[in-house]
């Protein structure tokens, strides 16, 4: 694997991501040993399939992981008290 | 879904009357896809908060629909809500009209102004702003070379500026928030690759929290970062992007000055 080529790779995808519409600057995406770590939280299931999608466009060829959490839209139970 | 209200339920009547409750979130980035996703939890708030403050990145790319749909989540809450845009807020170049929609659905969107709001007998004043980045204290960009340098700085500093002349305008309230979307301390950024924090806030922002003096700053857009930091002046800083609270909002209890005052040491 050619490791500039890599680096460009990484950098092609966080630039799609934030520029080509799915508008994900939060998502990590990290070369590791022997893989491509893409994580973060998304708003929804259909922007997680969305990003998958682009993920697997850009990222072909490379052995992928993926970690991609939803944003969890519970109310809290309880507050923090501040002094 | 049922766990909002047994979720408010157990926060229910902590502080109220006593204390000032501030819920607030950042980053929902919605679009029709997260339609509705919120409204439960935010329908439990007149239990739990006196105030919902959004800091910023209310939509996606900054769309008019996307805003229609913001503004659909947070219209007739039982509690008022005070809104700062982000940079996703401001994608699509037309952040007077996003401001426009969420002002049409009862919410108050600041930039470099303030509102007032009551809370129990409490007067809680929210000054507000987007900030932008810059850097922090000796590792930060200047107003100086090329003109998107200077432009780029001097963006940064009269946001600042207006963060500050907003939070003297509410000097005379009971407590204070300052209401950001780019952060105003390196605490609250703590996960984030270091080389990036000139893209996620400015100290000017701090600076400006501790010249003008608040009881709170409240922050987002860091969706890596930490809750919890504080100024250099001793003001704590809440990053409440919601990837970071992990929930609907964070609710914040303060107690106003006067009644710190005069409770027994």
């Known amino acids: ?83 | 879904m049922t766990a909002p209200e047994s979720a408010a339920g157990a926060a229910a009547d902590t502080g109220a009357g006593t204390a000032v409750r501030i819920a607030a979130v950042g980053d929902i980035h919605m679009g029709e896809e997260s339609r509705g996703l919120l409204r439960p939890a935010y329908e439990t708030l007149s239990g739990c908060a006196d105030v919902l403050l959004l800091a910023g990145d209310l939509t996606r790319h900054g769309t008019a629909d996307e805003a229609r749909v913001v503004a659909d989540e947070i219209a007739g809450l039982p509690v008022p809500v005070v809104a700062v845009l982000g940079n996703h807020d401001h994608h699509g170049d037309r952040p007077d009209e996003i401001a426009a929609i969420l002002r049409a659905s009862g919410a108050a969107v600041l930039e470099g102004t303030s509102t007032v709001v009551q809370a129990g007998p409490y007067r809680l004043g929210i000054a507000g702003s987007k900030g932008f980045g810059g850097g922090f204290a000796g590792r930060c960009g200047s107003d100086f070379g090329e003109a998107e340098m200077k432009s780029f700085i001097r963006y940064s500093r009269r946001l600042a500026d207006g963060l500050r002349d907003a939070l003297t305008e509410v000097a005379d309230c009971d407590v204070r928030v300052a209401l950001t979307h780019f952060s105003p301390v390196a605490d609250t950024l703590a996960g984030e690759p270091p080389e990036i924090y000139p893209f996620l806030g400015s100290y000017l922002l701090a600076e400006a929290v501790d010249d003008a003096g608040a009881d709170l700053a409240v922050h987002g857009h860091a969706h890596a970062g930490t809750e919890r930091g504080m100024t250099g002046g001793g003001v704590l800083v809440r990053n409440v992007a919601q990837p970071v609270i992990r929930r609907a909002f964070a609710v914040y209890e303060l107690h106003p000055r006067a009644a710190r005052q005069a409770a027994p040491a």
């Open chain 1, 1 to 83: 694997m050619n490791t500039s080529l890599l680096e460009y790779r990484i950098a092609g995808l966080q630039r799609r991501l934030a520029e080509d519409g799915t508008a994900e600057l939060g998502i990590r995406v990290e070369a590791r040993s022997g893989l491509v770590l893409v994580h973060g939280t998304v708003p929804s299931t259909a922007c997680r399939d969305e990003l998958l999608e682009v993920i697997a466009a850009e990222l072909d060829g490379l052995p992928v992981r993926t970690d991609i959490a939803l944003v969890e839209a519970l109310a809290p139970d309880h507050p923090e008290v501040l002094s």
